[in-house]
């Protein structure tokens, strides 16, 4: 099994800055893509950022240029930086992750979800 357990929500004045993290654990062979997701209340989960184990990165077009998306291998853990926070950016943030896990058969591929953290931006 696998978590992901994000942390660094909260909330934040137009144009402040906060930094997510996102800890893998589990019994973990690797961990390939990382992401971060976000979602408003009745509207689809976007994404945001996105990191490959070599660390190519892309982002959402809103993002571009405020975020910055980053990973310390060596610690399973993905990072988020978000300066000049807009108050569009409010939304449940969610980190993902591509991972190959031990199973009692033999490794396999699994998703991993965090649990979600609030951002709020207030105007």
């Known amino acids: 099994q696998v978590q992901l357990v994000e942390s660094g929500g909260g909330l934040v004045q137009a144009g402040g800055s906060l930094r997510l993290s996102c800890a893998a654990s589990g019994t973990i062979f690797s961990v390939n893509a990382m992401g971060w997701y976000r979602q408003i209340p009745g509207k689809q989960r976007e994404l945001v950022a996105a990191?490959?184990?070599?660390?190519?990165?892309n982002y959402a077009d809103s993002v571009k240029g405020r975020f910055t998306i980053s990973r310390d291998n060596a610690k399973n853990t993905m990072y988020l930086q978000m300066n000049s926070l807009k108050p569009e950016d409010t939304a449940v943030y969610y980190c993902?992750?591509?991972?190959?896990?031990?199973?009692?058969?033999?490794?396999?591929?699994?998703?991993?979800w965090g649990q979600g953290t609030q951002v709020t931006v207030s105007s």
């Open positions: 993902n992750a591509g991972t190959v896990v031990a199973g009692p058969r033999g490794s396999y591929e699994y998703d991993a």
């Open positions: 990191i490959t184990s070599g660390g190519t990165t």
